[in-house]
């Protein structure tokens, strides 16, 4: 279980390939990997977004974010996740989340990537500024 809160640009599929490259040793243990890589949109609300700042709180978030991992490998057969999430300055079609998760079966990976993301989207201690062409907005949960 990999958790990391970045404010550096990141490409999701190399950066799923080097993870998998850290779990040779359990290769023959999983038959399924389900993945969910969210970007940012340039519109919102009906208007351009020029730009957007994620802000989070450190320490909180990772502590947050760990804790539904450990939620997930509970609740479902997994072998192992993976969450990496951008904060800071982001642009349009800039990747912001990517989720995995591993398991010997579609159904538990598949249960988790949902349940991951919803949580984040939903929960999680992140709050977003978006740049616009008449200023400046924080986006409601």
């Known amino acids: 279980m990999t958790i990391e809160v970045t404010p550096n640009e990141f490409n999701p599929y ?3 390939q080097a993870y998998e490259e850290t779990l040779k040793i359990k290769i023959r ?15 919102n609300e009906g208007d351009t977004v020029q730009a957007m700042f994620l802000e989070h709180y450190p320490g909180m978030t990772e502590e947050y ?4 991992s ?15 999430h951008r904060v800071g300055d982001i642009q349009p079609a800039e990747t912001i ?9 579609r159904a538990p990976a598949l249960a988790t ?29």
Do not use: C, N
Not at 29 to 41: D, E, H, I, N, P
Not at 70 to 84: G, S
Not at 97 to 105: G, R, S
């Open 113 to 141: 990537v949902s349940f991951l993301i919803e949580e984040l989207k939903h929960k999680a201690p992140f709050w977003k500024r978006e740049t616009l062409s008449f200023g400046t907005r924080w986006v409601g949960a």
């Open 65 to 68: 974010l760990f804790e539904i």
């Open 14 to 16: 190399a950066r799923l």
């Open 97 to 105: 989340v990517l989720v995995a998760a591993w398991a010997e079966h």
């Open 29 to 43: 243990q999983w038959g399924a990997l389900a993945t969910f890589t969210g970007t940012m949109r340039d519109y």
């Open 70 to 84: 450990e939620t997930a490998k509970q609740r479902w057969d997994i072998l192992d996740t993976l969450i990496i």
